[in-house]
């Protein structure tokens, strides 16, 4: 499975970004989806996954507490594609955003998933 962020960028506090990762390969809807993010001298911190269909709780969602209520994670199966809606940004939300897979769900910031985007900047100014 490859994986190709897109939709960041520089935006306002308050303002919103849209962020997509398409997936390749046929079994897109088999896995997991979910987004990490890595702000300078940080460490790595889960954002928000969503789970495949053919899981217990198909389509489940699950957000860090700190996004909870201003990101939307999403997927479109028949486009191989997750999205990350963005609202009410704030300038801690600025790092670059992963986009990651696992056939299991995973929730936690030091989850492993087996593949990885190159990543994306969102960058939220004051």
């Known amino acids: 499975v490859q994986l190709v962020e897109s939709g960041g960028g520089l935006v306002q506090a308050g303002g919103s970004l849209r962020l997509s990762c398409a997936a390749s390969?046929?079994?897109?809807?088999?896995?997991?989806m979910g987004w990490f993010r890595q702000a300078p001298g940080k460490e790595r911190e889960f954002v928000a996954t969503i789970r495949s269909i053919y899981s217990w709780s198909s389509g489940h969602t699950y957000y860090r507490d700190s996004v909870k209520g201003r990101f939307t994670i999403s997927r479109d199966n028949a486009k191989n594609t997750v999205y990350l809606q963005m609202n009410s940004l704030k300038p801690e939300d600025t790092a670059v955003y992963y986009c990651a897979a696992d056939r299991a769900p995973f929730y936690s910031d030091d989850a492993l998933p087996d593949y990885w985007g190159q990543g994306t900047q969102v960058t939220v100014s004051s």
């Open positions: 390969g046929r079994t897109f809807s088999s896995y997991a």
